[in-house]
């Protein structure tokens, strides 16, 4: 039980050389590319799968939104990949780390907020002063909502590194827990078994609902933007 808590999540390294590439690119070897006229029904699957969440997320955005459509597929298939990789024993999970998803967010929603200023400079600008301001609130209003804006990538980041780095922890110290207690109950040591066993499962979804979160979020920047 001296272990630290935070073991898991340091970066994971073979012969004195960090492997992050390495497993940061594996996800990709997942989702095969489809070869046949026919395809498999693992294929199938997966191409079901990310044509509805490709109509459902774009289904809001007009014809320059919509180029956005494979940048934004690849996005939520990377994060929700690595967020599930990391539940494998012995894994390691890029997600939890936050200039992983700083890096993810930042030039994404830099993207959006580029897009906007080029396309709806108007509207852009009208963000920052709402429609029917009293005149000693402008000045106050426009560094708020400045700052509301600045705020967003942040906000992108630490909810996915939060999100995923609570459940790790959880399912870390209750799998500690039911070690500790097979020597000295049988019955208790069973029940934090159990517990573990649903908190297993409710992580991944948990790992899929914030690979969707980011990505819609990152969505609703594009749409308020083109």
Do not use: C
Request: proline share 6%.
């Amino acid at each position: 039980m001296n272990e630290n808590l935070f073991s898991s999540f340091i970066t994971p390294t073979m012969m004195g050389l960090p492997i992050v590439i390495a497993i940061v690119m594996l996800p990709s070897i997942m989702f095969p590319s489809p070869s046949r006229l026919i395809n498999n029904r693992l294929v199938s699957i997966q191409q079901w799968l990310v044509q509805l969440t490709s109509k459902q997320m774009l289904s809001i955005h007009n014809q320059k939104g919509q180029t956005w459509a494979l940048m934004l597929m690849s996005l939520i298939l990377f994060i929700g990949s690595t967020n599930l990789l990391g539940l494998l024993p012995h894994s390691f999970t890029p997600t939890t780390q936050l200039s992983l998803n700083l890096g993810m967010a930042i030039p994404l929603w830099m993207g959006t907020v580029i897009t906007g200023f080029r396309y709806k400079t108007k509207a852009s600008l009208a963000h920052f002063l709402p429609q029917g301001t009293p005149l000693p609130l402008i000045p106050m209003l426009i560094i708020i909502e400045t700052i509301s804006l600045f705020i967003q990538p942040m906000a992108l980041a630490v909810r996915l590194t939060a999100n995923i780095t609570a459940g790790h922890l959880l399912i870390h110290l209750i799998g500690g827990a039911t070690l500790a207690l097979m020597n000295i109950s049988t019955t208790a040591a069973m029940v934090t078994f159990v517990i573990l066993v649903l908190l297993t499962i409710l992580e991944f979804a948990v790992a899929i609902i914030q690979a969707y979160v980011f990505t819609l979020l990152v969505s609703l920047y594009l749409h308020d933007n083109t």
